[in-house]
């Protein structure tokens, strides 16, 4: 059984109020859809038809998949106090030895993501060595390539 998945409490809002749509509006707007399709005529060759049903499959395997992790979906709430410690949910800035340039990671699941940041899970080498750091700290951890370390720069809620 997959562990619990942590989120922040506005992904999960977010993720639960997609499955309340997907629920609602989104079967009815399919069946619809389907409806409409059915009319045309001769199911084997209708194109409307076909990609109306694969829109249906797809959009009830994310149903499945949303109700799977929101099942057991654990709600970590941002720390209280000044925020300086890397948490399921910040956004992270590091900067890996040897590198120039620092990089900015969104510690959680892929559903938290956000425009134009990299997420890590806090499950990965990377996230567990980010886990509880706080500006200041080097973290080490395993990659295909070997060790690598990086600096935490900076944190962000």
Known sequence: MPEPQQFSPDAHGRLAAELEDLTTRGRIDIARKIETARELGDLSENGD???????????????????????????????????????????????????????????????????????????????????????????SFEAPGGTLTASVISIDD
């Open 49 to 139: 038809y076909h990609a109306a049903k694969e829109e249906q499959g797809k959009m009830e395997g994310r149903i499945l998949h949303l109700e799977a992790i929101l099942l057991d979906a654990v709600i970590v709430e941002a720390p209280t106090g000044n925020g300086d410690t890397v948490t399921t949910g910040t956004v992270v800035t590091v900067l890996y030895d040897g590198d120039d340039e620092p990089e900015q990671l969104l510690v959680g699941s892929i559903e938290e993501q956000r425009d134009g940041l990299t997420v890590v899970s806090p499950g990965s080498p990377l996230g567990e060595a980010l886990l509880g750091s706080t500006p200041g700290d080097k973290v």
